[in-house]
């Protein structure tokens, strides 16, 4: 894991980075929060993903226009979802996986090519 502030690399489960301080974890107090609809909620969640989401993407896609896209695509489906997660400290993983969903082919894009 990197930290999503000045992009140190960190043990999986540390809870601070070590080199500028930031906290790198997600609170219930937070997540609560961004359910809400506090927009300042949803900016930190955003905040503290986006690094991670678009490595993600752009590992995959190397298109720039195509990773917005599903950055996009991916931060909406998760902030409308956000009452199915279940642990706040899994919302990183469960960012990343929304956005690998997006850039999976669909089975209906497979038939097209065909």
Known sequence: MRCFNCGKGLPD??????GCGEEQGFSEELL???????QGALSELYRRTYGAA??????????????????QDSYVK????LHQLREADKFR???????LLYTSPSPRD???CR
Do not use: Q
Request: charged fraction near 35%; glycine fraction near 2%; include cysteine.
């Open 13 to 18: 489960n540390a809870r601070f980075c070590s």
């Open 32 to 38: 609560c929060r961004a359910r809400s609809g506090e």
């Open 54 to 71: 678009y490595r993600t993407a752009a590992v995959l896609i190397r298109d720039e226009d195509a990773v917005m896209d599903i950055l």
């Open 78 to 81: 998760a902030f409308r979802n």
């Open 93 to 99: 993983a469960w960012m990343k996986r929304i956005c």
């Open 110 to 112: 497979t038939e097209r």
